[in-house]
C-alpha cells in the first residue's frame, strides 16, 4: 500500500542566503540529509530519502549555490565546509529540532563531521558516507585529471548541466579545484581538526572499489572519531548508497533504531 505520507519543501533565511529544503516522515526520530559536490539533498539521496521517511522524519537541503539554494552563485573560500555545517545546523534550529541524527555522503560527509563536532548536543548519531578528513598526495593525484569535466562520467556532467548549464558548472569546478588546491598546499586539513570533538555514536561506510575516496581515509577517520564503527562494502564503489540502496537503507535503520552497527556480510 502506498504510503500518505507528504513532502513539505520550502526556503528559509540562513545566514544572509534562502536555503531549500524538503521534509518527509514520522515520528521523533529526525535525520538530517548533506549531499555532497555539486549535490541537491533530493537527488543525492533519491534511493535513500523516502525509504528512511517511513520509520522517521528526514530533512534534506540544498548548501547556498547548489540546485535550489540559488541565488547566490556557489562559491569556495577556504572555510566553505564550515560555512555550510553552520548553515545546517541553524536550519535544524529554525525547523525546531534540538536533536536529531546526521547522514551526510562526499563532501557532504565531511561537512555532517563538523556539524557534529561543532554542535555535540544536538547530534544524536552520525552516519558518513564515502568521506575523508584530508586531502593527502594520493588524492591530488586521483582528482587532478577530473579538473577536466570531460573526462568525468558523461551522465554525470549531464545531469548537473541540467541543474545548473554546463558553462556554470565548468565554472564552479574550476574555483572547486582552486580552493582544493590551496587546502592542499596548506596542510590539506579539511577536518581533521574536529574529529575529538565529535561525541556521539559514528558509522563510517566505505566502498573497497572507491575510485574517489581510497579506504585509508575511513579507516583514519575510525581510529580518530571515538565510538565509531566501521563498515567495509566488498567492492563497493563511490556512491554506495545509490549502487545498493536496500542494503545501505537497512544498515542505517539499524543503526539509528536499534544502535546496532552491523557489519556488510550481516546485511
Excluded at 529526525?30 to 555532497?36: A, H, I, R, T
Amino acid at each position: 500500500m502506498a504510503s500518505e505520507l507528504e513532502l513539505e519543501s520550502g526556503k528559509l533565511e540562513i545566514n544572509g542566503v534562502e536555503i531549500f529544503y524538503c521534509k518527509r516522515g514520522r515520528g521523533e526520530t529526525v535525520v538530517l540529509c548533506l549531499p555532497g559536490f555539486f549535490g541537491t539533498g533530493l537527488g543525492d539521496f533519491e534511493h535513500n530519502f523516502h525509504v528512511l521517511s517511513e520509520s522517521m522524519t528526514v530533512v534534506a537541503f540544498d548548501p547556498r549555490g547548489y540546485g535550489n539554494s540559488r541565488p547566490p552563485k556557489r562559491q569556495f573560500p577556504l572555510d566553505f565546509y564550515y560555512i555550510d555545517a553552520k548553515d545546517s545546523i541553524l536550519l535544524m534550529n529554525k525547523l525546531g529540532y534540538d536533536k536529531y541524527c546526521l547522514l551526510g555522503w562526499s563532501d557532504g560527509g565531511v561537512t555532517a563531521i563538523i556539524h557534529a563536532a561543532l554542535n555535540p548536543k544536538g547530534v544524536d548519531k552520525l552516519i558518513a558516507l564515502s568521506c575523508c578528513a584530508y586531502f593527502s598526495q594520493v588524492d591530488v593525484d586521483l582528482f587532478s585529471p577530473l579538473e577536466d569535466i570531460s573526462k568525468w562520467n558523461p551522465k554525470i556532467v549531464d545531469h548537473l548541466s541540467q541543474i545548473y548549464g554546463k558553462e556554470t558548472l565548468i565554472q564552479m569546478n574550476k574555483e572547486y579545484y582552486q580552493n582544493f588546491y590551496q587546502i592542499f598546499n596548506n596542510g590539506g586539513d579539511i577536518c581533521k581538526s574536529e574529529l575529538d570533538k565529535i561525541a556521539c555514536p559514528t558509522l563510517i561506510v566505505h566502498g573497497t572499489k572507491d575510485p574517489m575516496v581510497p579506504q585509508f581515509h575511513a579507516d583514519y577517520l575510525h581510529q580518530h572519531i571515538k565510538n565509531s564503527h566501521l563498515c567495509i562494502v566488498p567492492d563497493g564503489k563511490h556512491a554506495i548508497h545509490k549502487r545498493q540502496p536496500d542494503k545501505v537503507n537497512k544498515l542505517i535503520q539499524r543503526f539509528i533504531h536499534e544502535d546496532t552497527a552491523l557489519q556488510w556480510d550481516q546485511l
